[in-house]
Structures are given as C-alpha cells and as structure tokens.
C-alpha cells in the first residue's frame, strides 16, 4: 500500500467508528438449563449453583443461576457463523479490512461486567457499537489494527445486566507464522519469534529504557556540553565521565540507507530499510525507515521518528518521511 | 470445587488459589466452541485454522474467559458471585498444550465487599495464554467481629 491508498483505507474504516452493529436483538435463546448445563459439563465446572436444583434452592442463590462467563453466549448466532454469517456492520468492516490485505482476525482483549445472575426464563437483549479502531500496528500475529465494540446487555425489563467490551485484532498474517505443511505433532510450533532483544549494559541500559518510556535520549557532557551518540562512559573532546543527557525531537535527515532483502530475519517485517539518520541536535543514530516505499527514500531525505512498539517485546524508535 | 463459600472477611490480599490444570485436547476447543454458540470455523475446523496462520484449531475467547471464572468461582464456592472478568490474551492454546491457572488475591473493596483477583494462564510451549483479573463478591457473615 502506497502511503495514499493507506490513508484512503484508514479514513474509510474510521468512517465506521461510533456505527451500532445492528439493532438491539433478543438472544436466540432464553437463559436455560440445558444450555447451562452443556457449558458446565465441557467446562468441567462443578458449581452447584448451575446445575444442582436442590442445592441452588437451598442456597443463598435462590435458583439455578447461569455463570456470569455465558452472558455474551446468550446473544450468539449458532452455525450460521460457519458458513453463512450476518451481514452486519461489523462483519462489512472486517470485509474492508479482509479486502486491503488484513484477513487475519484475532481476539486480543474482553473487559465485562455483570450486573446481577441471570437465571433460566431471563431474556437476553444485546447491542453492540463499533467504539474504535486504534493506529496500525507491528504484533507477533503481523501488521494490522485493534477493533474495540461495546455490547450492552439488559434483560426483558429493559433493565442492563451486563457490559462487554470486545477487542480484535485485523491483521496480515506473518509468513514466519504460516505453518500449514500440516504439522500434526503435539507439540505446535516454535516459538514465534519477534526481532533481537537489544544488548543492555552497564554504560547503555539507560539508554533502552528510555526507548521502552517512549524516549530517545541523548548523552551530553556535563562539563563540555558536547553531545554522543551510541552512549559511553567517556567525553571524546574532554575525557569527562561526568554526562546527563536531553530528549531528542527525532526530526532528522537519511545520512545513508540500504535495503535488506536477503536472508530474511525471523521477527523482521519485509521490506526492510536501515539508515543512518542525522538528528537535528546533531547526533547519528541507526534506525529503520518506514512508511514509505523503499525506493522512495533518499540521502537528504527529511524524516520523522516516533517510538513504536514492533513486536511483542520490542520498543524502537522508527523513522517516517516528513512531510 | 470448593462446596464452602469463603467469607470476606476470610480472604486477605496476597492469598493464592490453588492452582488449575488443564489438558487441552481438539475435543475441548471444539466442544467448548459449541457449547458456547461459537461456531467461527478457525475453533472447529483446522484448514481454517491453519489459513489463519496456525497449525491447528484454537481455543475461542468465550472459552478462555469461562476459565478465568470457574477457576475463581472453583475457589470461592458457589454462593460467591462473579462481577466482572477482564481478560488479555496471549499466545493461542492448541490441542496437546497444558494450561496452568494461577492466581492471587490483589485488592478487597470493604463497601462491596467484592475482592479482585490477579489471573495467569500459561500453556507449556508458548506461555501466557491468558491474564487478567476477576472481581467477585463474598458473603459478609452478619456477625461483625469486636475486638
């Protein structure tokens, strides 16, 4: 995707933030034993309160309650899932993403909340709003964008029962990842592997953990002022080991750059652009340009950086043109 | 489980659950998707998993997030109620793995009398499954204690 066709693709998911996925909608089915006790009995669960009537009546419960951990279940829509999904308006968003190349589809994150027990003869009303779509994003699974819906859950009296809000990653599978030779060992595969953990030293760690903060800083001479870039214990023009350091603006210029293009790195996104990058404060620094076609850059090139989280583990500062 | 509901004033932060293992076989992931009305193909057929960019079918969120409650609830016994889960997850869990669940008390709301619960899932090959927290209220006995 050139720098344009991603701005037009992101303007038109963004166009979805705020949409209701559909109307309020009744669960296919009322809050009942049968379903709770086909849940409990794959769950392994032995909490009387689900299944047993005779404890439940005695208990403070009342009743047979279900596990609070059902209620999106009872908002499901059941086999059609498999082969002939609702056309709604989260699944015509996914079909944008599907179309740009992010057909991955993964859930990240759940957040719920659960007003009261339901019990079985309750009705399940759930309504669903698409909240937000986050930046791109590098993850393990690949390159993509988190999708954040909130349902409100409330019962046959209008009255809520329950909240969740959804997290799922769209994203373009990782060739590293594709594992489809039809491995059939019981033990899965390696690893997935993410980009070389940075070397941490007595004279550098500081230096990456401001990265993992979100900063890059820059080492000064306490008492010459001189600045230095990658850092060391000493002060190259006046041999002081005396130093703090300043934030860098990451507003800089491509020194030099080359393209790696083989062997491929496992962890590593392709295309794969280093440079060297001259700060405006006046240091180098050796970091990634992104955001553009690789053939779009240059020496002299203006650039922005911006600490990004590339993998699951990795914080880095990466450069983008300036425009 | 435990038949025994604790009582708040019982639990103190920092107390740990007994740990919960669990064998994940196709029969689980597939059996549990079903049962939770999930029929998206990636948790019941493994060509669709395997498109998705792994090498077989994998647990739904729905399932994760069942766990994350019966491991608390398995604790606190059935006159607790669970208030809210919230859950982050990590690397998939396929047939073959071993999930282990492990948890600590990490606060207690004396007004609600709800205690909040830190949750770790890890399977054997690739770790962090799952981790979260879970919110559930424990009966407060009427009898306050005098010192």
């Known amino acids: 995707m050139t720098p344009e066709e991603r701005k037009a693709f992101e303007d038109k998911v963004h166009a979805y933030v705020g949409r209701e996925v559909n109307a309020p909608q009744k669960g296919k089915d009322d809050v009942n034993k049968a379903m709770i006790r086909h849940w409990a009995e794959v769950m392994g669960d032995e909490n009387p309160a689900y299944t047993d009537e005779e404890y439940a009546a005695k208990s403070?419960?009342?009743?047979?309650?279900?596990?609070?951990?059902?209620?999106?279940?009872?908002?499901?829509?059941?086999?059609?899932?498999?082969?002939?999904?609702?056309q709604d308006v989260q699944r015509e968003l996914h079909n944008v993403f599907d179309e740009h190349g992010f057909a991955g589809v993964l859930g990240t994150n759940t957040s719920a909340e659960y007003y009261r027990d339901l019990r079985p003869g309750d009705e399940v009303h759930a309504h669903t709003v698409i909240d937000k779509i986050s930046e791109q994003k590098a993850t393990q699974r690949g390159i993509g964008y988190f999708i954040e819906t909130v349902t409100n859950f409330t019962d046959q009296n209008d009255e809520a029962v329950g909240k969740i809000i959804f997290r799922v990653l769209k994203f373009?599978?990782?060739?590293?990842?594709?594992?489809?030779?039809?491995?059939?060992?019981?033990?899965?595969?390696?690893?997935?592997?993410?980009?070389?953990?940075?070397?941490?030293?007595?004279?550098?760690?500081?230096?990456?953990?401001?990265?993992?903060?979100?900063k890059v800083l820059i080492q000064r001479c306490k008492s010459c002022q001189t600045l230095r870039h990658p850092p060391r214990p000493m002060c190259g023009e006046c041999q002081s080991i005396e130093w703090d350091s300043i934030e860098s603006t990451l507003d800089g210029e491509v020194f030099s750059f080359t393209e790696l293009h083989y062997p491929k790195f496992p962890g590593y996104q392709y295309p794969l652009v280093c440079a060297v990058i001259s700060l405006g404060e006046g240091t180098r620094i050796i970091s990634n340009i992104v955001g553009c076609e690789p053939e779009d850059v240059y020496i002299g090139m203006k650039v922005k950086g911006k600490v990004e989280q590339v993998d699951e583990k990795t914080m880095l500062p990466q450069f983008y043109p300036a425009d | 489980m435990n038949k025994e509901t604790l009582q708040y004033q019982d639990v103190a932060v920092g107390d740990k659950l007994p740990p919960l293992e669990i064998d994940i076989s196709s029969s689980l992931i597939i059996g549990a998707a079903i049962a939770s009305r999930d029929f998206t193909p990636v948790h019941h057929d493994?060509?669709?998993?395997?498109?998705?960019?792994?090498?077989?079918?994998?647990?739904?969120?729905?399932?994760?997030?069942?766990?994350?409650?019966?491991?608390?609830?398995?604790?606190?016994?059935?006159?607790?109620?669970?208030?809210?889960?919230?859950?982050?997850?990590?690397?998939?869990?396929?047939?073959?793995?071993?999930?282990?669940?492990?948890?600590?008390?990490?606060?207690?709301?004396?007004?609600?009398?709800?205690?909040?619960?830190?949750?770790?899932?890890?399977?054997?090959?690739?770790?962090?499954?799952?981790?979260?927290s879970v919110r559930i209220e424990l009966p407060k006995s009427d009898q306050q204690g005098e010192v």
């Open chain 1, 60 to 86: 403070s419960k009342g009743g047979i309650i279900a596990p609070p951990s059902m209620l999106q279940i009872w908002s499901m829509e059941g086999y059609p899932m498999a082969h002939n999904p609702s």
């Open chain 2, 46 to 132: 493994k060509k669709a998993a395997q498109e998705c960019g792994l090498p077989d079918v994998f647990m739904n969120i729905l399932t994760s997030n069942g766990f994350m409650g019966r491991f608390v609830t398995d604790w606190a016994g059935p006159e607790s109620t669970v208030k809210g889960i919230d859950i982050k997850l990590g690397a998939p869990n396929l047939p073959g793995f071993v999930m282990t669940v492990t948890g600590e008390v990490t606060a207690k709301n004396d007004d609600t009398g709800v205690v909040e619960v830190g949750v770790m899932g890890e399977n054997n090959v690739w770790g962090m499954h799952m981790g979260g």
């Open chain 1, 172 to 214: 373009t599978p990782n060739d590293s990842n594709d594992a489809t030779g039809g491995d059939d060992s019981d033990d899965g595969m390696p690893e997935a592997p993410t980009r070389i953990a940075s070397p941490r030293g007595h004279d550098n760690k500081w230096w990456w953990d401001a990265v993992d903060e979100g």
